[in-house]
């Protein structure tokens, strides 16, 4: 017994001296005189400062832990091929922890240096870096993660996001104006995000309702900044896209070609000043509206060549819509542009953003979005243009319009989606990775946080698409359900293809004349069930249709009740569950009003209201949900919720139609009013959407 309390004690002393006790680490100031070592010194001391007992102090001899710190100009440095426009530094580092108390960082350039400190400090130390504007700080030091020689490289050369403030987004506002909000340092905010998780690329949409005056200047900030932090600088215009108040290059439509590169060069002028480093340029006019390609070829050349003359070092890319030519309307096509051996070269300058929608991946089999069966025309372009241009991959990481996040569900299949597509272009050796992301709330930071560390090389042993959630949580019951939770989506939603019915109706899917496929949606239109179906239809939806959706909502609700402690991970699950008992009692409404008009029977009006107030009650109960989980929002709650004036054409934040439950009523009230117009309950403006107003 005596041996036990000594070796109890041993072990009390030895856990307090190593955890409890002040500890001392030093960080070199050689190399200071580089913005970006800087800035990323003083962002680590001021993180690792935040654990408790630990300081960053001046002299190694009073350290308890040194960091010494190699900058290498390597003999080998890395040979681009002439399809790839930018080469960028060499961005690999390694650690070596076999000195005792010595860690020794070795990088190949000040990127490196940067991405190495980062590296430490979240996939060693314990630091997560989950939001722009929150990080979770350990409450220790976890030196025991640091052993052996630990080197890592990323997996792409281009890797960053696209804010696609086309959507009254979380930075929108202050993307486009310097007195908004919280202004620069939102961005600046965002953008140390991007460095801190390893990220070298950043573009956004800009809008035609900017005040080009006030804002040339503040971008230039930005971009200034940007760059002070080893970040590739882009800006997302249209040539002249009319939709959703895209920034255009040229206005008049009604000009001559000459006269639009006149315009176009006008405009090329005012945006030389901002030094980028691309220029994403989108080329059509309107998603599924075609345009004159003779002529756009020729805009994108003149553009190409006076960039090449004017500004050498911005570079064009643009993206490539996952929209077939032969889905589009009103096409202008019958003109074809007569290439030639020097045009040709030139074009191979432009980069290409291969582009896919929602939560599918590149290859798989089912992905009923934009028209398409499926997005593996998206893949098979990327194979062939990849050895004749650079090309980087160009995914979205959320949906906003009636998807996803603005229903709301947080849709779970992304991460095994956007993990697969990530391996799939390591495999094909794809040089960037781009994110279209569209709004972090509802739990989807999560999707582009996980894509940020999926871009580099940790050495992670089995590599899943809930790792970081798993490392997040630090619990292994939630770990298990969160899990779980995943494969119930990717069971339900994506292969008995239920989203289709989780999904609302936009104009899009209910105007006659249009009906264009933007998202999954039912094989029938809700009007065609509720006053036309067959009564073969009727059964087979009633029999395995909306015993599906229960299914699905039981299964989730389950897991949910198993939770001791929920975050707004579950709460975001758990309205996907709610989602879709909501479903399955309008279905039931609709189908039994319909089935009881068939067979001539006396229609039970208890049966069908009961429906109706089923439907309500769990709209209520949804919207509880709702706001506990607008308690956690990060932004404020009047810019991400409410009705108000903005730079989009939307007049309303990305979760305005969240906070009411807006699409759960309207369809509540269609069915019982059997009222499937499509401006019915109508919150948008189409003629400012399509550029008419």
């Not at 999904?503 to 949606?521: C, G, N, V, W, Y």
Request: aromatic content about 16%.
């Amino acid at each position: 017994m005596k041996k036990f309390n000594k070796w109890c004690c041993l072990m009390f002393y030895s856990f307090t001296c190593t955890w409890l006790f002040p500890q001392n680490i030093y960080l070199p100031h050689e190399l200071f005189n580089h913005p970006n070592i800087q800035i990323t010194y003083y962002d680590f001391k001021q993180l690792i400062t935040q654990i408790p007992n630990i300081k960053i102090v001046d002299y190694p001899n009073v350290a308890d832990f040194v960091i010494k710190i190699q900058l290498i100009e390597p003999s080998n440095q890395k040979k681009f091929s002439n399809i790839f426009i930018t080469p960028v530094p060499q961005q690999n580092y390694a650690w070596d922890f076999t000195q005792h108390k010595t860690w020794t960082l070795t990088a190949y350039s000040y990127e490196g240096i940067t991405y190495g400190l980062y590296g430490l400090l979240q996939e060693k130390l314990g630091f997560y870096f989950y939001h722009p504007r929150h990080t979770k700080i350990p409450d220790r030091l976890k030196i025991e993660n640091l052993q052996g020689i630990w080197e890592v490289h990323p997996y792409f050369e281009k890797r960053g996001f696209h804010l696609h403030t086309m959507h009254p987004i979380e930075l929108t506002d202050v993307l486009h104006d310097p007195e908004a909000y919280g202004g620069f340092q939102e961005v600046k905010e965002y953008l140390d995000w991007l460095v801190r998780n390893g990220q070298n690329y950043f573009d956004f949409c800009l809008l035609r309702t900017v005040n080009l005056k006030k804002w040339l200047p503040y971008y230039q900030k930005i971009v200034n900044y940007g760059h002070s932090r080893g970040i590739l600088m882009g800006l997302d215009v249209s040539l002249h896209m009319i939709q959703q108040k895209s920034f255009q290059l040229y206005q008049s439509s009604w000009k001559s070609t000459n006269g639009k590169k006149k315009e176009i060069e006008k405009t090329l002028n005012l945006l030389k000043t901002l030094n980028l480093d691309y220029l994403n340029v989108e080329h059509e006019s309107a998603e599924f509206l075609g345009s004159n390609q003779a002529e756009r070829e020729e805009l994108r050349l003149f553009i190409l060549e006076w960039l090449q003359k004017n500004a050498p070092n911005t570079y064009l890319i643009g993206r490539q819509h996952v929209i077939k030519d032969e889905k589009e309307v009103l096409q202008k096509k019958r003109k074809v542009y007569e290439w030639t051996d020097n045009t040709k070269a030139l074009d191979a300058k432009r980069g290409l953003l291969v582009h896919t929608v929602m939560f599918y991946d590149l290859t798989e089999e089912h992905a009923p979005v934009y028209e398409n069966p499926n997005q593996r025309h998206m893949f098979e372009l990327m194979l062939k243009e990849k050895n004749s241009r650079e090309v980087w991959y160009y995914p979205e990481s959320a949906y906003w319009i009636t998807f996803d996040n603005s229903i709301p569900m947080l849709l779970l299949p992304y991460l095994s989606a956007r993990l697969k597509d990530i391996d799939t272009c390591i495999a094909h050796q794809i040089v960037g990775h781009v994110t279209f992301s569209s709004g972090w709330e509802w739990g989807y930071w999560l999707i582009d946080w996980s894509i940020a560390r999926w871009s580099w090389n940790y050495h992670d042993k089995g590599r899943t698409p809930t790792m970081y959630y798993e490392q997040w949580i630090g619990d292994t019951l939630k770990a298990r359900i969160f899990r779980e939770y995943l494969k119930i989506q990717n069971y339900f939603l994506k292969e008995k293809n239920l989203i289709q019915w989780l999904t609302a109706m936009t104009i899009s899917d209910e105007l006659f004349f249009f009906k264009r496929q933007f998202h999954p949606r039912p094989p029938y239109s809700y009007k065609f069930l509720h006053n036309r179906a067959w009564l073969w239809v009727i059964d087979s939806l009633l029999q395995i249709t909306v015993p599906l959706l229960n299914a699905y909502a039981e299964t989730i609700d389950s897991l949910y009740e198993e939770n001791t402690i929920l975050n707004e991970i579950d709460l975001g699950v758990q309205i996907t569950a709610y989602r879709a008992w909501h479903k399955a009692e309008l279905l039931n409404y609709i189908l039994n009003y319909r089935k009881q008009k068939i067979i001539k029977t006396a229609k039970n009006i208890k049966i069908l209201k009961h429906y109706l107030q089923d439907a309500n009650s769990l709209r209520q109960k949804a919207l509880e949900l709702v706001k506990l989980q607008e308690k956690n929002y990060r932004y404020d709650y009047k810019r991400l919720a409410t009705k108000r004036w903005d730079y989009t054409a939307y007049h309303f934040g990305y979760l305005y139609t969240v906070s009411n439950l807006h699409f759960w009523l309207r369809e509540e009230n269609q069915s019982k009013k059997n009222w499937y117009s499509p401006f019915y309950k109508n919150i948008w403006n189409i003629f400012r959407i399509v550029g008419l107003w």
